[in-house]
């Protein structure tokens, strides 16, 4: 392929691959708002493998993901979508969520390294054996500090996803469009 092959567009001239479907931003925020939404109404639940046979005997693993992460991920990438469009306002909320969440890890990181320190030669070299390590400053998911503070992260991207939807509603993305035949 040469240089001549490829053909820089604009975004407000492109017009979309296969199905002709014009760039839109607000149809970018529309597609991760509704990922959020479909992401949010499940069973927040861990992920975990399924193990079957299939008629010839061979094992097939699968995973199913962990909503509660597929949730708080969906929450971001709107975030991501958005970061353009952020005023004033909707910074702050986001922000003082944020501060809250980042003083949680912290209180749960203090209160695992606490249990660490205080647990017993035994418990800790059964720990060991099963590959369950400290880090200072980060949550091991083995230990139940780690559970609580991803449930909190839910809850915080739901505030987040709330403080997202106000601010659609100030930019004026629900205006109804106008055709003309």
């Known amino acids: 392929m040469s240089e ?23 149809q970018l925020i529309m597609m991760a708002m509704k990922k959020c939404i479909e992401a949010g109404c499940n069973e927040m639940r861990v992920g975990y493998y399924n193990e079957k046979h299939d008629k010839f005997g061979n094992n097939i693993i699968t995973y199913n993901p962990d909503t509660r992460k597929e949730f708080i991920e969906a929450v971001e990438t ?78 915080a991207s739901r505030q987040i996803f709330a403080e997202l939807k106000k601010l659609t509603k100030r930019k004026d993305y629900y205006r109804e469009e106008e055709y003309r035949a």
């Not at 975004?11 to 760039?23: A, M, Q």
Request: proline share 2%; aromatic share 12%; glycine share 4%.
């Open 4 to 26: 001549d092959d490829f053909e820089i567009v604009e975004p407000e001239d492109y017009k979309g691959g296969y199905r002709g479907e014009s760039f839109s931003h607000s």
């Open 78 to 155: 709107l975030l991501m979508v958005m970061a353009d469009d952020i005023d004033d306002e909707a910074k702050t909320n986001i922000d003082k969520i944020n501060i809250i969440l980042n003083e949680n890890y912290s209180k749960y990181c203090i209160k695992e390294e606490s249990d660490w320190n205080t647990a017993s030669h035994l418990i800790k070299n059964q720990w060991m054996k099963e590959r369950i390590f400290l880090r200072k400053g980060m949550l091991n998911e083995k230990f139940p500090y780690a559970i609580e503070f991803l449930m909190e992260k839910v809850a």
